[in-house]
C-alpha cells in the first residue's frame, strides 16, 4: 500500500482540524496540516529523547543550525550563515507581528487574497495596510508590478511577501522575484518573505527561488521566514526560523521579540535537526502522492464548469473560485454537504474556497464527491 494512503484516525488527539468538525460527519478539509505520518526518523528521534526523560531549558545546538544551512543550500543553493538566524519556538505567524512591529513606516503592502495574518499582523501593529491585488495571468495568480509601484506611499517600509503564494499556490519566478526586488531597492522597503510552503513544489517545472538569495543587495533588505512544520508535517510542534543577513535589522527583531516569542523547545529542536537532515526521500514521495491528489483536484475543477481553478505549483491547498454558483455563504453550504472547507472571507474573496487537500486520496475523493452533490444540487436550483 502506497505510504501515504493509510488511513491514520486523528480523533482524540486534540488536533484542531479534526475536533472542529468531531460529532458530525463533516470531512475536515480546512486548516493547513496533513493527515499523514511524519517521517519515521522523525518519529525515532522523538521517542528516543523522551526517553531521556529530563526535559529541562534547552539550547539550540549547532547540528541543527547545520541541518538547515545545508538542507537551503542544497535545495535553494543558498549559502547562509549561522548567526543570520534567529529561531522562534512561537511559529512564523508571530514573526510576522514582530515585523509588523518594528517597521518604521505607518503603511505596509500586502497582497490580497492572503493567508490572513499577513492582514492581522500589520493591525495588530497599528498599521495601515495596502493592499496589491493578485492578478489572473496565464491561467497563474501573480502581481501586477505596474499596480504594485503604483500603490507604494511615503510610509511604505514593508512589503509583506508570501512566496509559494497561500492561498493561490504561485511559486513566483526569477524574472518576477528581480522585478519585485527592483522595485523594494528603489523605495527603500524591506520584505519580510514568508517562505513556509517553499519545499512543497509541486510542479516538476517550477523551482523555489528565495527572494533573499538573488543579490547581496536584496539579502540585505530581507527578512526570510522559514520552518519545518508545513513540509514534514509537524506544526504542533512549533519550530521556525527567519533568517536575517543584515546585522542591524536582526538585532531590531532579536530586540523586539525578547522575552515575548520563546525559543524553539527541545523536542522541536530535535525533529527539527533530523528533518532537514534524514527526511528527503519522505519528502520526495510526498510532493509525488500531493501533485497526484492534485491532479484529481484539478480534473475535478475541469468537469465543472460552475468551478474555477488556475494552475496552481505548489502547497496542498487549492484556491477554488465558486462564484459562478452565486452563493451567499459557500462555506456554510459546503459545509451542509458534510465537507468542513476554509471560506475565502477571511483571505479577502468570500466567493472562494480553500481545500485542503493534504490527505489520504480516498478522503478526497470522498470529499470530492460530496462537492459535486452540493453543486449538483445548487446548478439545479439556478436552472
Ligand atoms: C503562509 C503561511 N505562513 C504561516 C503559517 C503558519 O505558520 P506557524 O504555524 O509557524 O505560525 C501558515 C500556515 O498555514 C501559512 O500558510
Same mark, same amino acid.
Given at each position: 500500500?502506497?505510504?501515504?494512503?493509510?488511513?491514520?484516525?486523528?480523533?482524540?488527539?486534540?488536533?484542531?482540524?479534526?475536533?472542529?468538525?468531531?460529532?458530525?460527519?463533516?470531512?475536515?478539509?480546512?486548516?493547513?496540516?496533513?493527515?499523514?505520518?511524519?517521517?519515521?526518523?522523525?518519529?525515532?528521534?522523538?521517542?528516543?529523547?523522551?526517553?531521556?526523560?529530563?526535559?529541562?531549558?534547552?539550547?539550540?545546538?549547532?547540528?541543527?543550525?547545520?541541518?538547515?544551512?545545508?538542507?537551503?543550500?542544497?535545495?535553494?543553493?543558498?549559502?547562509?550563515?549561522?548567526?543570520?538566524?534567529?529561531?522562534?519556538?512561537?511559529?512564523?505567524?508571530?514573526?510576522?507581528?514582530?515585523?509588523?512591529?518594528?517597521?518604521?513606516?505607518?503603511?505596509?503592502?500586502?497582497?490580497?487574497?492572503?493567508?490572513?495574518?499577513?492582514?492581522?499582523?500589520?493591525?495588530?501593529?497599528?498599521?495601515?495596510?495596502?493592499?496589491?491585488?493578485?492578478?489572473?495571468?496565464?491561467?497563474?495568480?501573480?502581481?501586477?508590478?505596474?499596480?504594485?509601484?503604483?500603490?507604494?506611499?511615503?510610509?511604505?517600509?514593508?512589503?509583506?511577501?508570501?512566496?509559494?503564494?497561500?492561498?493561490?499556490?504561485?511559486?513566483?519566478?526569477?524574472?518576477?522575484?528581480?522585478?519585485?526586488?527592483?522595485?523594494?531597492?528603489?523605495?527603500?522597503?524591506?520584505?519580510?518573505?514568508?517562505?513556509?510552503?517553499?519545499?512543497?513544489?509541486?510542479?516538476?517545472?517550477?523551482?523555489?527561488?528565495?527572494?533573499?538569495?538573488?543579490?547581496?543587495?536584496?539579502?540585505?533588505?530581507?527578512?526570510?521566514?522559514?520552518?519545518?512544520?508545513?513540509?514534514?508535517?509537524?506544526? $504542533? =510542534?512549533? !519550530?521556525?526560523?527567519?533568517?536575517?543577513?543584515?546585522?542591524? #535589522? %536582526?538585532?531590531? @527583531?532579536?530586540k523586539e521579540m525578547k522575552d515575548i516569542c520563546c525559543g524553539v523547545n527541545l523536542l522541536a529542536i530535535e525533529a527539527t535537526r533530523v528533518a532537514y537532515e534524514s527526511c528527503e526521500e519522505w519528502l520526495e514521495k510526498l510532493r509525488l502522492y500531493l501533485k497526484e491528489n492534485l491532479e484529481l483536484v484539478q480534473n475535478f475543477v475541469n468537469q465543472n464548469k460552475s468551478l474555477k481553478l488556475l494552475n496552481q505549483d505548489a502547497t496542498f491547498l487549492a484556491w477554488i473560485d465558486?462564484?459562478?454558483?452565486?452563493?451567499?455563504?459557500?462555506?456554510?453550504?459546503?459545509?451542509?454537504?458534510?465537507? $468542513? =472547507?476554509? !471560506?475565502?472571507?477571511?483571505?479577502?474573496?468570500?466567493?472562494? #474556497? %480553500?481545500?485542503? @487537500?493534504?490527505?489520504?486520496?480516498?478522503?478526497?475523493?470522498?470529499?470530492?464527491?460530496?462537492?459535486?452533490?452540493?453543486?449538483?444540487?445548487?446548478?439545479?436550483?439556478?436552472?
Amino acid at each position: 500500500m502506497e505510504l501515504f494512503d493509510k488511513i491514520i484516525d486523528r480523533s482524540n488527539t486534540y488536533s484542531i482540524k479534526w475536533e472542529k468538525y468531531k460529532s458530525s460527519d463533516i470531512l475536515p478539509m480546512w486548516v493547513a496540516d496533513m493527515d499523514f505520518k511524519s517521517p519515521q526518523p522523525i518519529i525515532d528521534a522523538l521517542q528516543k529523547r523522551v526517553s531521556h526523560g529530563i526535559f529541562g531549558y534547552t539550547i539550540m545546538d549547532q547540528d541543527t543550525i547545520n541541518s538547515v544551512k545545508n538542507f537551503i543550500k542544497n535545495n535553494y543553493n543558498w549559502d547562509i550563515k549561522s548567526e543570520w538566524i534567529v529561531w522562534n519556538g512561537c511559529g512564523v505567524v508571530s514573526s510576522m507581528n514582530v515585523v509588523s512591529k518594528i517597521t518604521k513606516g505607518d503603511d505596509i503592502l500586502i497582497n490580497t487574497p492572503i493567508y490572513p495574518h499577513f492582514k492581522k499582523a500589520p493591525q495588530n501593529a497599528s498599521k495601515n495596510i495596502v493592499e496589491v491585488p493578485m492578478v489572473e495571468k496565464e491561467n497563474r495568480w501573480t502581481i501586477d508590478f505596474n499596480m504594485f509601484e503604483k500603490k507604494i506611499t511615503k510610509e511604505c517600509k514593508l512589503f509583506m511577501f508570501c512566496n509559494p503564494y497561500n492561498p493561490g499556490g504561485t511559486v513566483f519566478r526569477r524574472d518576477e522575484l528581480e522585478k519585485l526586488s527592483k522595485i523594494c531597492l528603489k523605495y527603500d522597503i524591506t520584505i519580510c518573505s514568508d517562505e513556509i510552503h517553499a519545499d512543497l513544489i509541486l510542479n516538476p517545472n517550477a523551482s523555489h527561488i528565495p527572494i533573499a538569495s538573488l543579490s547581496e543587495q536584496i539579502a540585505n533588505k530581507t527578512i526570510t521566514l522559514l520552518a519545518p512544520s508545513k513540509t514534514f508535517n509537524i506544526a $504542533g =510542534l512549533q !519550530s521556525s526560523l527567519a533568517i536575517i543577513p543584515n546585522r542591524d #535589522l %536582526r538585532r531590531e @527583531f532579536q530586540k523586539e521579540m525578547k522575552d515575548i516569542c520563546c525559543g524553539v523547545n527541545l523536542l522541536a529542536i530535535e525533529a527539527t535537526r533530523v528533518a532537514y537532515e534524514s527526511c528527503e526521500e519522505w519528502l520526495e514521495k510526498l510532493r509525488l502522492y500531493l501533485k497526484e491528489n492534485l491532479e484529481l483536484v484539478q480534473n475535478f475543477v475541469n468537469q465543472n464548469k460552475s468551478l474555477k481553478l488556475l494552475n496552481q505549483d505548489a502547497t496542498f491547498l487549492a484556491w477554488i473560485d465558486v462564484s459562478k454558483l452565486k452563493l451567499n455563504d459557500p462555506y456554510e453550504y459546503f459545509l451542509n454537504y458534510g465537507v $468542513g =472547507l476554509s !471560506s475565502g472571507e477571511p483571505f479577502g474573496d468570500k466567493n472562494f #474556497l %480553500r481545500l485542503n @487537500f493534504g490527505t489520504q486520496r480516498s478522503r478526497l475523493k470522498e470529499a470530492l464527491k460530496r462537492m459535486e452533490n452540493a453543486i449538483d444540487a445548487r446548478e439545479k436550483e439556478l436552472s
